[in-house]
């Protein structure tokens, strides 16, 4: 757990929810499993907890419509040969059935995923924010679904209840392009270089999917130094 600094933070009265931010994207697979393990470990925090995620492309300059497999993606982008790619990719797929995700490497559709990125800002502004990151994450990883295409992703957010009309309205406007962007300007602020990347409190940083324990730790934390705070 890291120290964050950021000037435009004050600390929050006790009785308030503790503010999570998260930094992930949408193909990462690091970031499914993280937000199972953070899910795990605020589960056995008894405090208030308010979750938001923010916008980190891990490969921006992928095309939408990738032609390859996730497996030739990687050799490509990371210079591995087709052996360690198969490795990776199966050491990544057994820890994330560890906590119950069950990959489909073979399904991926490799894509860009600004577009993802939009959707999860218009299902912020709709309340529905944490659903839409779990139906992305497990319709790429898991359903073998393309999340690069508005079309598809307007099917997507039909799912969780919201409106499809709208969704390839507002996506097609590019309505939410600002707030990615926003989003991952502040990582660089931040000195973010890889996702899952959490943010408790707007003090503490956490890296990558760390156990349970890490998240209620920094959490209990938090809820000591406002208490500390209070007495003095």
């Not at 095309?63 to 198969?86: C, F, H, I, N, W």
């Not at 994450?137 to 307007?154: N, P, S």
């Amino acid at each position: 757990m890291t120290k964050v600094t950021d000037t435009n933070t004050t600390a929050s009265p006790s009785s308030d929810p503790i503010k999570v931010d998260i930094w992930s994207d949408v193909q990462c697979p690091w970031c499914y499993i993280g937000k199972r393990k953070f899910e795990a470990g605020a589960a056995q925090f008894s405090g208030a907890i308010e979750v938001e995620y923010h916008s980190f492309e891990l490969s921006p300059d992928t095309p939408v419509d990738y032609a390859g497999t996730p497996s030739e993606y990687l050799s490509e982008a990371k210079g591995m040969s087709p052996a360690q790619v198969a490795e990776m990719l199966e050491r990544v797929t057994g820890i994330a059935e560890s906590v119950g995700l069950h990959y489909d490497y073979d399904s991926v559709h490799q894509t860009n995923t600004v577009i993802s990125h939009e959707l999860l800002h218009y299902a912020k502004a709709h309340g529905r924010q944490i659903d839409m990151k779990e139906r992305l994450l497990k319709a790429y990883f898991i359903d073998g679904r393309h999340v690069g295409r508005i079309e598809d992703l307007a099917d997507l957010a039909a799912e969780i209840g919201l409106d499809r009309a709208d969704v390839v309205r507002a996506l097609t406007a590019h309505d939410f392009l600002a707030d990615v962007k926003a989003d991952v300007a502040l990582a660089n602020e931040y000195g973010i270089q890889g996702v899952p990347f959490f943010v408790i409190d707007g003090k503490y940083g956490i890296s990558g999917a760390q156990d349970p324990a890490t998240f209620t730790q920094a959490l209990n934390q938090i809820l000591t130094e406002r208490s500390e705070e209070k007495i003095a």
